[in-house]
């Protein structure tokens, strides 16, 4: 974890939680999640989820996730994904896939995914490469040390690893509110993190795909239900922590 003016070269299989003004050279197949003012040098297959006002220069085949006000510039075969208002420069055989009409995007090769209809679930579900089995899904919340959501908007909910968690104002339709609010991302939980800026836990937790409502006015993705199952703790990489571990 990499934080304040932090230098930080990452290489092989590592991972890295880079925030404040730290500094990463991340290559090989190393993972980093950049926040705050971080910036970031990627090559060789390294991933970058970028969010904030994080920088990222990606070359090789890295992969970059941009979100918030990150500014990317890829080049090689590198690939980027630019949501929120993120601004992204490419080369020519860089593809962008662009996920949001606030995102500024320069050259590239632009994958315009921001007229999808992701309106029902098993088209939101398939486009995220969600799996429905046995009817239902897995997705992510994230939250503080306490575990708790919504005590911004009056209604304090408990996610519990092992309980179901209900809401008492259920509303089906396609805006924020009147639900659990949840995000796609697989196999790790950085998008629901854009919603929680401060979280410190993950929870993966199962919804009843007959019954979530994609949300999708745009931003970074995510949907509502009326209740979930909560399953187990993830790290910010979306590994299961163990009960041990999760324990505090």
């Known amino acids: 974890q990499a934080s304040g003016s932090a230098t930080v070269q990452a290489s092989g299989s590592a991972t890295v939680q880079a925030s404040g003004s730290a500094t990463v050279q991340a290559s090989g197949s190393a993972t980093v999640q950049a926040s705050g003012s971080a910036t970031v040098q990627a090559s060789g297959s390294a991933t970058v989820q970028a969010y904030g006002s994080a920088t990222v220069q990606a070359s090789g085949s890295a992969t ?22 993120s601004t992204v420069t490419a080369g020519s055989h860089v593809a962008v896939h662009l996920h949001s009409g606030q995102a500024t995007v320069t050259g590239g090769v632009i994958i315009d995914v921001t007229q999808l209809d992701l309106t029902t679930a098993a088209a939101w579900c398939d486009h995220h490469g969600l799996t429905v089995t046995d009817g239902t899904v897995i997705l992510y919340k994230a939250l503080g040390d306490d575990l708790t959501a919504g005590g911004n908007y009056g209604k304090p909910t408990v996610y519990t690893v092992g309980d179901t968690v209900t809401c008492d104002d259920w509303d089906d339709r396609d805006e924020c509110g009147g639900g659990l609010h949840f995000s796609p991302t697989s196999p790790t939980p950085h998008m629901a993190t854009q919603y929680r800026y401060d ?20 931003g970074t993705p995510k949907a509502k239900a009326p209740a979930c199952r909560v399953l187990h703790e993830v790290d910010a990489f979306g590994r299961r922590i163990t009960v041990t571990e999760a324990t505090r």
């Open 64 to 85: 970059v996730q941009a979100s918030g006000s990150a500014t990317v510039q890829a080049y090689g075969t590198s690939g980027v994904h630019a949501h929120g208002h």
């Open 199 to 218: 979280a410190t836990r993950w929870l993966a937790v199962e919804v009843d795909a007959a019954t979530l409502r994609p949300i999708t006015g745009g």
